[in-house]
């Protein structure tokens, strides 16, 4: 399996700063049809998760341009421009590239 | 809108069995493949298992594979979940989830399984 590991944010974050947060994977999640497998999702407390990112950079319908997603093949970062009391949650990266595994969750707590 | 309703979690013993279901809505269900993804108690997401949007091909994580079996109804937009063999760490929150190529872009709220005698 491949396996994810998040890094921790600095928490809390004060409102309207910037925080990034970290997943490294243990394989190349770069395809040979030049897309990188790699999605980031938001559950805020009590709620589902949402689906934030795919394929590293695109952002899904309707989330805020403030989210933003890079990397390479085996280290991405999600980051979250002015952070607002609606990113309060945990946040995720999971790879599509196999049978999919969930990184640990980072938590997002503001100050 | 999309809608994902769960049912059917509950108080289970262990070895007994336990059939989830998803009724799904807002969409054309057997355009998208569907998924499981299960969240124990103040824990993170698991990937469980998924199918095609046909039911032609399922995909199961080993610690299920053999116990649980995935399958839909497209004619009634309904996918399904049956759990054989429930043991103590099956006890999680399970979500179903809509499923296009690159993500799971739509999730049910859950439903809870606990597993314990």
């Known amino acids: 399996d491949i396996v994810m590991t998040q890094g921790a944010l600095p928490n809390p974050v004060p409102s309207g700063e910037s925080a990034s947060i970290t997943c490294q994977s243990s394989?190349?999640?770069?395809?040979?049809?030049?897309?990188?497998?790699l999605n980031w999702y938001l559950q805020r407390p009590g709620q589902s998760p949402q689906l934030l990112i795919y394929?590293?950079?695109t952002r899904a319908s309707g989330v805020s341009d403030r989210f933003s997603g890079s990397g390479s093949g085996t280290d991405f970062t999600l980051k979250i421009s002015s952070v607002e009391a609606e990113d309060v949650g945990v946040y995720y990266c999971?790879?599509?590239?196999?049978?999919?595994?969930f990184g640990g969750g980072t938590k997002l707590e503001l100050k | 809108e999309v809608q994902l309703v769960e049912s059917g979690g509950g108080l289970v013993q262990p070895g007994r069995s336990m059939k989830l279901s998803c009724a799904a809505s807002?969409?054309?269900?057997?355009?998208?493949?569907m998924a499981w993804v299960c969240q124990a108690p103040k824990k993170g997401l698991e990937w469980v298992a998924t199918?095609?949007?046909?039911?032609?091909?399922?995909y199961y994580r080993d610690s299920v594979k053999g116990r649980f079996t995935i399958s839909r109804d497209n004619a009634k937009s309904t996918l399904y979940l049956q759990m054989d063999s429930l043991r103590s760490e099956d006890t999680a929150t399970y979500y179903c989830?809509?499923?296009?190529?690159?993500?799971?872009?739509?999730w049910g709220q859950g439903t809870l399984v606990t597993v314990s005698s």
């Open positions: 989830a809509r499923h296009p190529y690159y993500g799971y872009n739509s």
């Open positions: 807002g969409f054309t269900f057997n355009n998208y493949d």
């Open positions: 199918i095609s949007y046909d039911g032609s091909s399922t």
């Open positions: 394989k190349s999640l770069l395809h040979s049809n030049g897309k990188t497998y």
């Open positions: 394929w590293m950079s």
């Open positions: 999971q790879q599509f590239l196999e049978y999919p595994t």
